[in-house]
T-cell receptor, first 112, second 115 residues
Framework: TQLLEQSPQFLSIQEGENLTVYCNSSSVFSSLQWYRQEPGEGPVLLVT?????EVKKLKRLTFQFGDARKDSSLHITAAQPGDTGLYLCAGRREYQGGKLIFGQGTELSVKP | DAGVTQSPTHLIKTRGQQVTLRCSPK?????VSWYQQALGQGPQFIFQYYEEEERQRGNFPDRFSGHQFPNYSSELNVNALLLGDSALYLC??????????????FGPGTRLTVT
């Protein structure tokens, strides 16, 4: 059973389109992080959200943490080919120290 | 730059053999975590080291063991390799003390192939 469910698992879009990736759970997380990973490399941290309802923006990327801290979303505006990669959400549950629980990832392909 | 180096980059081993992977976080980051990422999956937590002791462990068998040295570097050892151990092994550092967020910064990984 996947504790963090990401959807969609695969997404292929044209340059300029908008998209949203979802990360859902029935569990509460004390913090949630989004990573982007390219083939053969380690995940690169994009953002950390901590407070329920929190919204953070990173250029064309908007991240939101659900009010109940059980879900999160990543929205990309006007996607570019450079956005192509594997997007991973990862949550930390309270009293579980530094253990991160990852979703299975969303593979994004942006075609020019 | 995540400030984590891992070696080797790639490794091919035969079933039943043993392997040691290495991780070196940059100075001042003394919590090290190891993850296994199978092809097409998200990383799975193996264990975490802090002050040279294993502090947390995921659902991995005892064949997986580790060590942290006084300079914060770490090793991951896997004994009696199985075909299913083929994966990208990731090392991550966390800021000293971890704080309340435990942000983790990942190295490039070691690609292990078991034949």
């Amino acid at each position: 059973t996947q504790l963090l469910e990401q959807s969609p698992q695969f997404l292929s879009i044209q340059e300029g389109e908008n998209l949203t990736v979802y990360c859902n759970s029935s569990s509460v997380f004390s913090s949630l992080q989004w990573y982007r990973q390219e083939p053969g490399e380690g995940p690169v941290l994009l953002v950390t959200v901590v407070t329920g309802g929190e919204v953070k923006k990173l250029k064309r990327l908007t991240f939101q943490f659900g009010d109940a801290r059980k879900d999160s979303s990543l929205h990309i505006t006007a996607a570019q080919p450079g956005d192509t990669g594997l997007y991973l959400c990862a949550g930390r549950r309270e009293y579980q120290g530094g253990k991160l629980i990852f979703g299975q990832g969303t593979e994004l392909s942006v075609k020019p | 730059d995540a400030g984590v180096t891992q070696s080797p980059t790639h490794l091919i081993k035969t079933r039943g053999q043993q392997v040691t992977l290495r991780c070196s976080p940059k100075s001042g980051h003394d919590t090290v975590s190891w993850y296994q990422q199978a092809l097409g999956q998200g990383p799975q937590f193996i264990f975490q080291y802090y002050e040279e002791e294993e502090r947390q462990r995921g659902n991995f068998p005892d064949r997986f063991s580790g060590h942290q040295f006084p300079n914060y570097s770490s090793e991951l050892n896997v004994n009696a390799l199985l075909l299913g151990d083929s994966a990208l092994y990731l090392c991550a550092r966390s800021p000293r003390g971890g704080g309340s967020i435990y942000e983790q910064y990942f190295g490039p990984g070691t690609r292990l192939t078991v034949t």
